[in-house]
Nanobody, 113 residues
Framework: QLVESGGGLVQAAGSLRLSCAAS????????MGWYRQAPGKQRDMVAS???????HYADSVKGRFTISRDNAKNTVYLQMNSLKPEDTAVYYC?????????WGQGTQVTVSS
């Protein structure tokens, strides 16, 4: 019900834009979030956006990442600029707080130094 895309390999200081397509039933009623999990680490929230567009960011990505949502397309985006090697992780979208049944496959982001 949540399908992430847009990951890839990028050099440090580069940019990527992630997309997450959701079913209308999930998207229209929920705050949506982007999460990431690096190897050997827990899955953490990166950013979230309410149905009215209010946003919240983890300190580690403030000023570099921008979350947005297109309510007509039931899609949430994560624009990632000034990427760092420590941003390397699998990125997932989900509701916020997350729902166990909504985890998708995620999309791999690899930032080379």
């Amino acid at each position: 019900q949540l399908v992430e895309s847009g990951g890839g390999l990028v050099q440090a200081a580069g940019s990527l834009r992630l997309s997450c397509a959701a079913s209308r039933s999930i998207f229209s009623l929920n705050t949506m979030g982007w999460y990431r999990q690096a190897p050997g680490k827990q899955r953490d929230m990166v950013a979230s956006i309410t149905t009215s567009g209010n946003t919240h960011y983890a300190d580690s990505v403030k000023g570099r990442f921008t979350i947005s949502r297109d309510n007509a397309k039931n899609t949430v985006y994560l624009q990632m600029n000034s990427l760092k090697p420590e941003d390397t992780a699998v990125y997932y979208c989900n509701t916020a707080p997350w729902s166990v049944g909504y985890w998708g496959q995620g999309t791999q982001v690899t930032v080379s130094s």
